[in-house]
């Protein structure tokens, strides 16, 4: 039996792939981008949460989180 070598690969079989992989490569530069823009012009805010254990009794038990806020000084008059 004659063992051929195998065909090396045409534009028409990469074409596919290729354009497979340079449309994921957009999305992910894209999520790049709006993460280091947002990071840039938005500020940056830490705010401590309060764990609360409810017992609903349609939901059942969970953890909910709540903001722990000190209230706002009174404006002076």
Do not use: N
Request: with cysteine.
């Amino acid at each position: 039996m004659i063992s051929r070598a195998p065909k090396p690969p045409t534009w028409k079989r990469l074409l596919p792939g290729a354009l497979v992989c340079v449309v994921h490569l957009g999305l992910v530069l894209s999520l790049y981008l709006e993460l280091h823009h947002d990071r840039a012009v938005f500020p940056r805010a830490w705010a401590r949460a309060l764990p609360v254990d409810p017992d609903d009794p349609l939901r059942g038990r969970y953890i909910e989180l709540q903001l722990a806020v000190p209230a706002p000084d009174p404006p002076p008059e």
